[in-house]
């Protein structure tokens, strides 16, 4: 028997809260008392092997990470139910059967060692042995004891059918080659009781929804017309090869004046040549998937050059510019490690210090994603806010913009192109990027994957200014790509080919940057994907698609037990709450604090917002079929009536905005629950000129100016809008 004292003695330390590791093997111990180890809160490892225990107790060790229990008399491993935040396991030397191993792995979800190997192998063999006993469990339950679970059941009769269903499935023989005996029993137990508590929850919910209840009417929120303070201007540093040529506006929930747009669908010609410089392949109308798809390239590094004249710089306003705006020298921007200086910046307010959403002031127009300033026929596509490296890190509001062959890294709070990264393939065009941060050299750094028309992921280092590595991903051109927010190298890609892949990037090694490329997962949803978001608080996966928007569950701690079909089709109803279009272009979603979920329909006229976990709630774990569910808006809010597609939105806590094929950006502050059609607050229109500069031109194509995207920054301060006519505005979002 081990005492306190012992424990202390053993440790080293003063008291039991400051031990992490304790070892008491080889003391001739038989037993545990609990009592002993009440005081171990911090306890993080420990070793008991070489005793002569028979079993683990529980003892209460909530911290418990590592267990050692080698060459003890132990000959059942149930007792790890009680530990299920064990990371690392070693019982080599017991009398236990290899199928004990694979309860081990069941019983501990999160653990990735045991007794020196990885987990994932017996991971895998039993989500395949899931998948082959899962539906032969839901038969038996549909067949012979679904009638006998009535509404209303009292808790004595739900037990007694839970008793009468696991006894029949322990005499039933389920055909699962992959399993052993004894862990086929195993799961068949845990299987069917997780089956019978979920058609128990199921009958529950029907049974208090099916109760009327009061609706209580609330008010659809106004729009605020109160005044609010101009935001000063940013300093303004320019890059060598940028031109100056206007100023800025304000807009405080009114439209400024602009030519009356047409709200007619834009067409794109179809392409019929490979290399046709400016035809982008995703606007408008037409499916993209039937354009041709284009032969690999190796992509490569693009630096500045101090004679290249390849991006103008725009004010958007009206108030004319004394002069002509004198361009700074500039070095080759290459694959150099010489850092720059560190600029000291203030912490923004938090949210509960800033006010509710007036409008929002032009800060800046660039036009720099091709080497011709006169260009306005390069598409810029997407935009994403680096992400902070460190908890305090106090860095810029640094925004990447994609679009033509080239990612620009901009300072949005001084309009600073800082870096600009530019394919050396000949095909590519990139449509969208993402952001992660891993550790590079020991430190936390920013890595963004960029991809689309080639086919092939980038992976850029900013820092260096280098792409470390490429590789081809879809066979089709790439709309989306998205890191989970638990595993930051794992990288979900989506394609007009019809799959989400999920990979793993791994670290890359300083200073050659070797890295492996793992395909982890494919997802196929049997149609074009065109956004994606991951819900860790719900375990979801969602995917907008041109034919609906689809769900898959997705724990990020056991990927192997993930569907490639999806799980749950939500059903997302129009302007009157009601009608659910058939197979609807969904081209907008956004998640919101890992559950509010923002989703836009094309030619629905409106954006709806949404709880994701009220939604998830109802879904039946164990059903094979693919099921539906109709959403419920928390709130919806009036858009364009425009019939083109794929303007993306995008969302904060209070704030939301969206374009439109006018230039016209739609800026809302997040209401109320329960709020209808909510107008925005703002309505950001395109001038019709920038009247101190006659070389760069914001002419509309056609009359229209597609906004494709928004991207507000995490603070909700900045907004960065991506157009077609190769310009990229940045607002200051005013309070």
Known sequence: MISTEDILSLSSCKSLSDVKELDLSNRGLKVLDPCCFKGLKNLESLDVSRNSLRDIPSLGLPKLRCL???????????????????????????????????????????????????????????????????????????????DNLLPGASDEEVSNVKKDFLRHLRRTHFECNE????????????????????????????????????????????????????????????????????????????????????????????????????????????????????????????????????????????????GSAKNGSSSDVRRSCTPRKKLKYEAAPSREEKGSVKGAEACIFLRGHSQDPADSVTQVWQAAFQPKCEENDLSPNIVATCGGKIV??????TGTVLKRYRSANLKEEFFCLAWTVLPIGGHPSAVLAVAGKAREVSLVHPEQLVCY??????TKYINCLHFCPSQPTWLLSG?????????????????????????????????????????????????????????????QK????????????????????????????????????????????SNSGMIGMWELSTHVAPIRKFSQKLQKVKVEYRSTFLWSDTKVDYFYPSATADVMACGDDTGTVWLYSIGKKGATLVKPVAKLTWPDKLSCSDQVSVTKKDGKVNANSVRLSPDGDYMVVCTDLNIVCIWRIAR
């Open 68 to 146: 050692n229990v080698e060459e003890n008399l132990i000959n059942d491993l149930a007792f790890l139910k009680d530990y299920s935040e064990l990371t690392e396991l070693m019982v080599a030397g017991n009398p236990i059967l290899s199928a004990d191993k694979n309860i081990a792995v069941s019983l501990l979800p999160k653990l990735t060692l045991l007794d020196g190997a990885d987990c994932q192998p017996l991971r895998k063999l039993e989500a395949l042995g899931d998948k082959k006993l899962l539906p032969q469990i839901s038969r038996v339950w549909e067949s012979t004891f679904k």
């Open 179 to 322: 399993f052993s005996i004894k862990f086929k029993k195993f799961k068949v137990e845990v299987l069917g009781g997780e089956l019978f508590e979920e058609e128990v929850q199921r009958i529950r919910a029907k049974t208090s929804s099916s109760t009327p209840k009061k609706k209580n009417k609330i008010r659809p929120s106004e729009e605020s017309s109160s005044p609010s303070k101009c935001v000063t201007s940013p300093t303004r540093r320019h890059l060598s090869d940028y031109e100056l040529v206007s100023s800025r506006s304000v807009v405080h929930g009114f439209d400024v004046n602009v030519s009356s747009p047409r709200r007619e669908a834009r067409c794109l010609k179809k392409s019929t040549e490979v290399n046709a410089p400016n035809d982008s392949p995703r606007k408008r109308v037409a499916s993209p998937r039937k354009i041709l798809n284009l032969e690999d390239r190796r992509q490569g590094i693009s630096s500045l050059h101090k004679q290249e004249k390849n991006a103008s710089l725009l004010h958007g306003g009206t108030r004319e510019l004394n």
């Open 408 to 413: 620009n890294f901009i300072d949005a709070s």
């Open 469 to 474: 590595k490429s590789f081809q991903a879809h």
């Open 495 to 555: 394609s007009i080919d019809d799959n989400i892949h999920l990979w793993d990037i791994g670290v890359p090694k300083a200073p050659g940057y070797q890295t492996k490329i793992v395909n982890l997962l494919t997802l196929k949803p049997k149609c074009e994907i065109l956004q994606l978001c991951v819900s860790t608080r719900n375990e979801m996966l969602l995917a907008a698609c041109h034919g609906g928007l689809f769900g898959w569950k997705f724990d």
């Open 558 to 601: 056991s990927l192997v037990k993930v569907d490639r079909s999806p799980n749950v089709e939500f059903r997302l109803p129009g302007k009157d709450g009601t009608t659910v279009e058939k197979e609807p272009v969904v081209d907008g979603l956004v998640l919101v604090e890992d559950d509010m979920i923002v989703s836009k329909c």
